[in-house]
């Protein structure tokens, strides 16, 4: 794509402001990926005081290619809501087959609290949905307390869209996975994440992928800043859970 447009570059004078763009202040690959060629770039970090996340990432949940990583989720999803802060939690699942049994395990557990990528929720509400849904309407969703992330939002290939760009890489020999999966991904999380940061509130990363592979802190750099906290203080009172 950017060889396409780059020559649309050079036409003009042009200004590009936005967020989540790049995780480097030179915007290497996003300039690489827009055509863009040398030009000033400016990055304006978060405040770090009133734009910081309470980050839980648990240790020992299996990697999500595993058959244990079902099991564990589910787990892990139990004691993070029955603690979360109180507010409307997101349980953020991108396999479809996954958010199915995730919804409805949870609505077992937790009634008609549940909603699975539905738009009409309350204080109490747990909206379990994929990345898709959410980008399209978190802006009009109550601002969660809570967001649980099941997996990285890591393109798959077997999208035929993503399979296409993923080829056109490998065809000029290029690195596909740090040139546009990650990046894509690092830029999905932050956008997902935002209205969390804007309430400084909880985000449970339960994909154990970010503790064991090599790109785990370029993920944790996206997320900046935030609180590592290793554990819940505050679990919902009982007429909450019993609601």
């Not at 750099?221 to 906290?229: D, Q, V």
């Amino acid at each position: 794509m950017g060889s396409f447009l780059n020559p649309l570059w050079l036409t003009q004078p042009t200004v590009l402001i936005g967020s989540a763009l790049d995780l480097e202040t030179e915007a290497t690959i996003y300039r690489q990926t827009v055509g863009l060629g040398d030009l000033t770039c400016l990055k304006f970090s978060p405040d770090r005081q009133e734009a910081i996340v309470q980050l839980y990432q648990p240790e020992g949940v299996p990697m999500p290619n595993t058959p244990q990583f079902q099991a564990s989720l589910l787990q892990e999803l139990r004691y993070l809501l029955s603690h979360a802060p109180q507010g409307p939690a997101v349980v953020l699942v991108g396999d479809t087959p996954l958010r199915n049994q995730v919804g409805s395990v949870l609505a077992a557990e937790f009634g008609s609290r549940v909603q699975v990528e539905r738009t009409s929720l309350d204080q109490y509400s747990i909206l379990v949905c994929g990345w898709e849904f959410w980008q399209t309407h978190q802006q009009v969703l109550p601002t969660p307390a809570c967001m649980a992330i099941a997996t990285l939002p890591i393109p798959s290939l077997e999208h035929p869209l993503v399979a296409g760009r993923v080829n056109y890489y490998k065809k000029n020999r290029q690195d596909w996975f740090r040139l546009y999966l990650l990046p894509t991904a690092l830029m999905e999380l932050q956008r997902a994440i935002s209205p969390i940061r804007e309430a400084q509130g909880l985000v449970a990363l339960l994909d154990s992928r970010v503790l064991h592979r090599s790109y785990g802190q370029q993920v944790l750099a996206a997320l900046s800043p935030f609180a590592r906290i290793s554990y819940l203080e505050t679990p919902w009172d009982e007429e909450t859970l019993g609601a």
